[in-house]
């Protein structure tokens, strides 16, 4: 199954989405339905860690002054389980490869895998 996390109320997740061609991705919006255990476990066998998956970018991170604490892989895990801002946002899953975050070489890469 093809999929993609995303949160819907974020202005860059909704502009990847519509540059996206047809495609038969199941969308989960992060905020309306958190992400599972096992879903960041699959997230992480595919990115082999879960600092990968983490964003730095939140205002969580800032906010909490995390920046300044020696953060573990097991830190990274309870955070993006605990508030959805910490995922690096989108998260593509497509025919067993993942994709995180914005950049343009990513949402290059995702529409490639999309029209293949």
């Known amino acids: 199954m093809n999929k993609i996390y995303y949160l819907a109320s974020c202005d860059t997740c909704r502009k990847i989405i519509k540059s996206l061609p047809e495609n038969n991705l199941v969308f989960q919006d992060i905020r309306q339905e958190p992400i599972t255990d096992e879903q960041l476990e699959e997230m992480h066998q ?3 860690s879960y600092e990968a998956l983490f964003s730095r970018k939140a205002q969580l991170y800032k906010s909490m002054d995390l920046k300044n604490k020696d953060l573990k ?8 389980l605990e508030h959805y ?4 946002r989108p998260v593509f899953i497509i025919d067993g490869k993942i994709y995180i975050g914005n950049s343009q070489k990513n949402v290059a890469e995702v529409i490639k895998a999309l029209t293949n």
């Not at 892989?73 to 993006?80: H, L, N, Q, T």
């Not at 801002?85 to 690096?88: A, K």
């Open 85 to 88: 801002t910490f995922l690096s």
């Open 46 to 48: 595919l990115a082999g």
């Open 73 to 80: 892989e097991a830190d990274f895990k309870k955070y993006i």
